[in-house]
């Protein structure tokens, strides 16, 4: 019951994907000789973006890649970890001081450097840091990329992005166009030989996009390309699921897990960045459903599709006499993969299921749940309202997305981007869980030429017309009898016969209205001195006043509100 519960009110479950793994045919493999080729030093860069334990997969990724670059021979001298590090000590952690990246897997915390933490993971410090900039770092344990013309870098980034962004736990994002500069520089100044960036994000393909020149010798690989989600692996529900102490988080994403997963066990003098891509874009992607998973892509410089891993990951020497041909492209023959931006919603979920009925706490989720559906709500009305105004034009929702084609940038002026980026993050508090999902959309406001002070005060307007636009629907609402009204006038699917049965409530049952498309629901009473009740109509209350003639209308979604029905009616029966 209460699983189906579960489905009913995450409409993200629908994102559950079982993905079946088949076997692979081997590959040729180049003969092994070459080995790194490099005379020069290998230096990488981890960086997990985010913080907070629902964020728990970043961190888990970028210490799992210290594992293996560490084993496969580079040094601490020449690795430098980026991680709030509030994961591993956290009070929800149930293995104090341990962090996992797989249901099964050892602890991938110990020994990690802790180069850049807590605020000194910030986006200064990481150009900093890969320009050899020392004077430029502040906090940290001051420990830069000094690298020269013959060396290989290695970036590794994991977090949340959205069109033309990557995610930092405090202050400004990483920009596309900044980033790309700094490379860029980093080539002038003759800092590299070659580079391999992996990033794990939201939207990563858009980084790169049009904008990584093909002459760089860099290589980029991205989860996933310019428009799409990224998605978490090990999330719990289906198998293999995390140990169940470990509620409502992910231990991994999927794009990071295949290629850790990958490298860890194969002998990297003898498979290429080809050979890893398309391993990792076949477990990543999945055939069955395109929609619901993500396309690998890669950008930059094909020339180093050739190159052996060894160069920029090192190679486990344990692992001489394994390759990756024959490599079954998945260890793992099923898994479900969570939509990245539904994460924090599923925590709160599984947060409250696991909390005993009636707590305090689970008041608190509850609440916070309603709040955070309400403010997604909210900035999906204000992004629409952004676009009418600013483009003075009213059919705008083809535009919420990016409407730029495969080689394109997303934005030609990427001032203009980062105006709006920055304007509609503080007015409308818009933060990377959910908001900035949008920025597509404001990409496509600058591609289309519209000033760039009159598309922030669009962004200032819509913010309070969306505020006014809401109290005004619940003042309607309060003020006259517009939900008889429209029950009896069968606007409502099944208005009439909802109308009609007001009378046929048993005794010690009252008739409630929830959700926008009012589905009637008849409950005991005394369900309506539970706490969860009480929160709910404390809602009611805030929106509408208690009293309506019509009945009682419980603003939140049916499934929350059927969610709640079941955990009474089976706590009733256990009784
Ligand atoms: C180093 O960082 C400082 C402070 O951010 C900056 O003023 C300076 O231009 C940087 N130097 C280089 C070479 O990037
Ligand atoms: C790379 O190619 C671009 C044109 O795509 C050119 O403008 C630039 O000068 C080239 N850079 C190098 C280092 O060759
Ligand atoms: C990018 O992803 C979208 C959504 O999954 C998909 O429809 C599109 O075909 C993909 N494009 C490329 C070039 O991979
Ligand atoms: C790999 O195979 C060779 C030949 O069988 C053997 O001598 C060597 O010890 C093996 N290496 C490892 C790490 O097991």
Known sequence: MSSLGHLQVLVFLCALLFYSADSRKPQLLHDIGSE???????????????????????????????????????????????????????????????????????????????????????????????????????????????????????????????????????????????????????????????????VEA???????????????????????????????????????????????????DVFSVSWLEDSERHDMSKETLKQQYQVVKRRTGSDADPEMSSHVSYFGSEELLKDYLVSYIGTNPKNENFTSAGFTASPISTSSLVNTRDIPLLYLQSKIQISPIGSPEIQELQKKLFEEMNHRKQIDQNIIEILRLSLKQTNVLNLLTSTRTTGQPLVDDWDCFKTLVNSFKNHCVATMDYGLKYTGALANICNIGVDVKQTVSAIEQAYFIVRLKNQEKRRSRRSDKNLKDSLLSGELSDGRRRARDQNGVPRGHLAVYVGDEMQRFVIPTKYLQYPEFKVLMDEVADEFGYEHEGGIHIPCEESVFEEILIRYMSCDKKK
């Open 202 to 252: 939201c939207e990563s393909g858009s980084i790169f996009e049009g904008i990584l020149k093909t002459n760089l010798s860099i290589f980029a690989v991205t989860a996933s390309n310019a428009s799409e989600n990224s998605y978490g692996i090990y999330c719990g529900g289906d198998y293999p699921s995390p140990p169940p102490e470990y509620h409502g988080v992910c231990l991994g």
């Open 36 to 198: 790194d080729g490099a005379k020069g030093t290998r230096w990488a860069v981890l960086v997990a973006g985010s913080k907070s334990y629902y964020n728990y997969r970043h961190q888990a990724d970028i210490c799992h890649a210290y594992q293996v670059l560490r084993k496969g021979g580079l040094k601490d001298e020449n690795i430098i970890v980026f991680m709030y590090d509030d994961i591993a000590f956290n009070p929800e952690n149930p293995r104090p001081g341990v962090i996992i990246n797989k249901p099964d897997g050892g602890d991938v915390y110990e020994g990690v450097p802790k180069d850049y933490t807590g605020e000194a993971v910030n986006v200064k410090n990481f150009y900093n840091v890969i320009l050899g900039n020392e004077s430029g770092i502040r906090g940290g344990s001051g420990k830069v990329v000094k690298s020269g013309p013959n060396d290989d870098i290695f970036i590794y980034y994991a977090d949340h992005g959205s069109p033309g962004l990557l995610s930092m736990p405090d202050g400004e994002d990483v920009h596309a166009k900044d980033f790309i500069k700094v490379l860029e520089k980093m080539h002038n100044l003759k800092r590299y030989r070659k580079m391999v960036i992996y």
